[in-house]
C-alpha cells in the first residue's frame, strides 16, 4: 500500500492562533488530497478535497476562510486552522488518492489531533 | 443525498469467532465499497475494497460481499484474533472520471476477547 505522513501528529494552541498542519505522500503523486474532521466515538466528516493546482472544494457547512487548505505540490497538501476556538478541537486526518496508480482508492495519513485552550 | 448506514455499532466476540458487519448504500450509482480499520489515536487503515462488477473478494481472514440490488455489502472476518479490535468503517463511493468521494458508515466497535 501507499503511505501518508502527517505533522504534526499533535497540537495545542492557544485559542485565536493559527495552526498548520502537513500532509504528505510518501512513495506516490496524488493528485486528489481530502481532509477530514473526526470527533471522539464518531465517523469520519470530509472537510474538502483539493487538487493539485486549483482551489479546494468544501463541503457544505465547512467555512473555508477559517480552514485554508493548499495543495501547491503533487506530493504536499496543508490545512491551516485559523483564529482556532476550543470548538475546533478534533482529530484532522487526510487522505491522498492517485488515480493513475492506485484507481479509486484513498490511503489515510495517521491523523493530527489538535486541542485548542 | 448518498446515506449509508452500518449495523451494528458494537460487536463482542470470542476470539477464534467469525465477526459480521453490514452496511447498506443509498445510492444506486455507487460502484466503489471500500472497509478501513481504525485503531486507537490513528488514522483508518484499508483492509479491502469491492468494486461493483465483483460480487464477493477475499483476502486471507477477510472477505467482503455486494448484493447490489439489495444494496448491501458487508464484511467477514473469520477467526477472529484480538489484534482485530478496533473501529471499522465501511464507505460508499460514486466513481465517476476522476472524482470519488466517499459516504462513510458510522462505523463498528468490533472487540475480540481473548
Known amino acids: 500500500g501507499a503511505v501518508v505522513s502527517q505533522h504534526p501528529s499533535w497540537v495545542i494552541c492557544k485559542s485565536g492562533t493559527s495552526v498548520k498542519i502537513e500532509c504528505r505522500s510518501l512513495d506516490f503523486q496524488a493528485t486528489t488530497m481530502f481532509w477530514y474532521r473526526q470527533f471522539p466515538k464518531q465517523s469520519l466528516m470530509l472537510m474538502a478535497t483539493s487538487n493539485e493546482g486549483s482551489k479546494a472544494t468544501y463541503e457544505q457547512g465547512v467555512e473555508k476562510d477559517k480552514f485554508l487548505i493548499n495543495h501547491a505540490s503533487l506530493t504536499l497538501s496543508t490545512l491551516t486552522v485559523t483564529s482556532a476556538h476550543p470548538e475546533d478541537s478534533s482529530f484532522y486526518i487526510c487522505s491522498a488518492r492517485s488515480p493513475l496508480v492506485f484507481k479509486e482508492t484513498q490511503y489515510f495519513g495517521p491523523g493530527t489531533r489538535l486541542l485548542v485552550l | ?80 484474533q484480538p489484534e482485530d479490535s478496533a473501529v471499522y468503517f465501511c464507505a460508499a463511493a460514486r466513481f465517476s472520471g476522476g472524482y470519488n468521494k466517499l459516504i462513510f458508515g458510522a462505523g463498528t466497535r468490533l472487540a475480540v476477547h481473548p
Open chain 2, 1 to 80: 443525498g448518498e446515506n449509508v448506514e452500518q449495523h451494528p455499532s458494537t460487536l463482542s466476540v470470542q476470539e477464534g469467532d467469525s465477526a459480521v458487519i453490514k452496511c447498506t448504500y443509498s445510492d444506486s450509482a455507487s460502484n466503489y465499497f471500500p472497509w478501513y480499520k481504525q485503531e486507537l489515536g490513528k488514522g483508518p487503515q484499508l483492509i479491502i475494497d469491492i468494486r461493483s462488477n465483483v460480487g464477493e473478494k477475499k483476502d486471507q481472514r477477510i472477505a467482503v460481499t455486494l448484493n447490489k440490488t439489495a444494496k448491501h455489502f458487508s464484511l467477514h472476518i473469520t477467526e477472529t
